[in-house]
């Protein structure tokens, strides 16, 4: 079993590409920025097109807490954040973007973060995507009445986002388009 303590400014941090890593039995708290950044580049030349992209990204069984901001990157390709807890984060801990292909948000506890938006899975600005899964999920917040849990792209067709299972205190509707 791996072990690991992070307490940095940010741990991930990519302006090109990332691929391969996991990061399992983790305990990460008190980064000042995001732990797992992709700065996104405008552009499609060589040089930027796969700029703010993770592959194979897989985050599990990890304790992230008090913290900036958990992951926002614009483009992932089979990455997985499973069976963690994710709480304490003072923004939206989970923003997501772009192109989203395999990935899969399942079995994570999500308590007390103070979102200004109101919202723990930002995936709002994703414009192409396809097998992504968001189930399983809990969400304790303190505020569940006037929060929007899961926030989604408002113009995706059905079926390339599947939402399922998650629950949260007083809340019949978790999801937002």
Same mark, same amino acid.
């Given at each position: 079993?791996?072990?690991?303590?992070?307490?940095?400014?940010?741990?991930?941090?990519?302006?090109?590409?990332?691929?391969?890593?996991?990061?399992?039995?983790?305990?990460?708290?008190?980064?000042?920025? %995001?732990?797992?950044?992709?700065?996104?580049?405008?552009?499609?030349?060589?040089?930027?097109?796969?700029?703010?992209?993770?592959?194979?990204?897989?985050?599990?069984?990890?304790?992230?807490?008090?913290?900036?901001?958990?992951?926002?990157?614009?483009?992932?390709?089979?990455?997985?954040?499973?069976?963690?807890?994710?709480?304490?984060?003072?923004?939206?801990?989970?923003?997501?973007?772009?192109?989203?292909?395999?990935?899969?948000?399942?079995?994570?506890?999500?308590?007390?973060?103070? %979102?200004?938006?109101? %919202?723990?899975?930002?995936?709002?600005?994703?414009?192409?995507?396809?097998?992504?899964?968001?189930?399983?999920?809990?969400?304790?917040?303190?505020?569940?009445?006037?929060?929007?849990?899961?926030?989604? +792209?408002? %113009?995706?067709?059905?079926?390339?986002?599947?939402?399922?299972?998650?629950?949260? +205190?007083?809340?019949?509707?978790?999801?937002?388009?």
């Amino acid at each position: 079993m791996l072990f690991c303590i992070w307490i940095f400014r940010y741990f991930l941090y990519t302006n090109t590409y990332l691929q391969s890593v996991y990061v399992n039995s983790c305990l990460i708290r008190a980064i000042q920025d %995001t732990f797992a950044k992709g700065e996104f580049v405008e552009g499609v030349s060589d040089k930027t097109r796969w700029a703010n992209t993770f592959f194979d990204f897989k985050m599990i069984g990890s304790l992230f807490e008090s913290s900036n901001r958990f992951i926002s990157v614009g483009q992932m390709y089979g990455c997985a954040i499973t069976a963690n807890c994710i709480e304490g984060i003072w923004e939206v801990p989970i923003v997501l973007g772009k192109n989203l292909y395999g990935v899969e948000i399942t079995g994570n506890y999500f308590e007390l973060n103070d %979102t200004k938006k109101g %919202t723990n899975i930002d995936l709002s600005g994703a414009t192409g995507t396809a097998e992504v899964t968001i189930s399983n999920n809990l969400f304790a917040e303190k505020d569940n009445n006037e929060s929007d849990i899961i926030l989604l +792209p408002p %113009t995706l067709k059905s079926g390339y986002i599947t939402v399922s299972n998650n629950w949260a +205190p007083d809340r019949a509707n978790l999801v937002v388009a």
